[in-house]
């Protein structure tokens, strides 16, 4: 009986295992310009999870806890990844710059607590960031869910 139940489920793990994987998004490369003149890196664009500028870099996050640096514009990598179909929602940091999310990467959105820099007014959990577990935003958490309704 015990073996038949195994059979029945393997059998049932296999069947269910390539509709799971056809759910998964194909991987999509954009070629990445990274600092100080190194060769091109390929980056799976659905796997970035934040970008934003810093330090005279565009700074992608992304799900593997890595983050790459770039010599490329904010604006440029940002077209590039969301024609490769990354969904990105725009908000502002705490030094008024853009910074994009990756919308299926959001997991929780908050008031700030005190912990945020002057000026923040929302917490954004996203799953992936390097060094943090939220981006401090100057939009309010009605704002940044309004915006997050508005992105394609």
Do not use: C, K, W
């Not at 908000?91 to 299926?104: I, Q, V």
Request: glycine share 4%.
């Amino acid at each position: 009986m015990i073996r038949r139940r195994a059979l029945v489920l393997s059998s049932l793990a296999l069947l269910l295992a390539p509709a799971a994987a056809a759910q998964e998004p194909p991987a999509r490369f954009i070629e990445l310009q990274p600092m100080e003149g190194r060769a091109a890196v390929r980056l799976n664009a659905l796997q970035v999870v934040r970008i934003a500028r810093l330090d005279g870099a565009t700074i992608l996050d992304t799900t593997a806890y890595v983050q790459q640096r770039s010599s490329e514009a904010l604006e440029a990598v940002v077209r590039r990844l969301q024609s490769a179909g990354l969904r990105l929602v725009a908000l502002t940091d705490l030094n008024g710059a853009r910074t994009y999310l990756a919308l299926d990467r959001i997991v929780l959105l908050r008031p700030s607590e005190e912990r945020h820099a002057a000026g923040a007014r929302a917490a954004i959990v996203v799953a992936g960031l390097r060094f943090a577990t939220d981006v401090a935003v100057r939009e309010t958490v009605a704002e940044a869910m309004a915006a997050i309704a508005a992105a394609p």
